[in-house]
């Protein structure tokens, strides 16, 4: 298998706390790799704002209506029992704040 080696260094008081992580690793070089690997998996600020935007595309179109109650006509066909938990949720925050 071929290899590539990459050398780099770390100052002793700024890196400290990276200095004594590779120390205690049993195989530095595996270490290291699993670390990168999860560095690159994680998303990145593009990633999250791509989907912060669609999540709030999707609740523009989101429609509230006040004052309505489970007594109103429900839009839609919406279940009785959603209604239901809905309102209680609404009244729940309103006592809350």
Do not use: C
């Amino acid at each position: 298998m071929a290899s590539v080696r990459y050398t780099f260094t770390l100052d002793a008081i700024k890196d400290a706390d990276l200095v004594r992580w590779l120390e205690l690793q049993v195989n530095t070089s595996a270490a290291v790799r699993d670390a990168l690997r999860a560095y690159v998996a994680q998303p990145t600020h593009a990633h999250l704002d791509a989907k912060l935007d669609r999540l709030l595309d999707t609740l523009r179109g989101v429609h509230v209506v006040k004052g309505a109650s489970v007594d109103d006509e429900p839009p839609q066909g919406e279940p009785a029992a959603a209604r239901r938990g809905l309102d209680a949720m609404k009244r729940r925050f309103r006592e809350g704040s």
